[in-house]
């Protein structure tokens, strides 16, 4: 295999380890919530990663965004 095969290999081996690492803090973050509604910024500080602009930009999220109870930022648990 070669050299540049074998670190791409690598590379995509680690990236989808630290995926399922943040998916895993995600899951882990909603839980103790215990149902309480969070709000994004708050949950992106837990996280250490930026929130995303509001509105959303991309349909997947304005969907998930639709789904709540409508409030900037807020994410059902």
Same mark, same amino acid.
């Given at each position: 295999?070669? =050299?540049? !095969?074998? #670190?791409?290999? $690598? *590379?995509?081996?680690?990236?989808?380890?630290?995926?399922?690492? =943040?998916?895993?803090?995600?899951?882990?973050? &909603?839980? @103790?919530? *215990? /149902?309480? *509604?969070?709000? &994004?910024?708050?949950?992106?500080?837990?996280? /250490?990663?930026?929130?995303? %602009?509001? %509105? #959303? @930009? !991309? $349909?997947?999220?304005? @969907?998930?965004?639709? =789904?709540? !109870?409508?409030?900037? /930022?807020?994410?059902? #648990?």
């Amino acid at each position: 295999m070669p =050299r540049d !095969s074998l #670190a791409a290999a $690598s *590379r995509d081996g680690h990236l989808a380890l630290r995926r399922v690492e =943040r998916q895993q803090a995600v899951i882990e973050r &909603l839980h @103790t919530a *215990r /149902g309480a *509604r969070l709000q &994004l910024a708050d949950l992106a500080r837990d996280l /250490g990663v930026a929130p995303a %602009p509001w %509105p #959303a @930009t !991309s $349909s997947a999220c304005a @969907t998930a965004a639709s =789904r709540s !109870s409508r409030t900037p /930022g807020a994410v059902a #648990a």
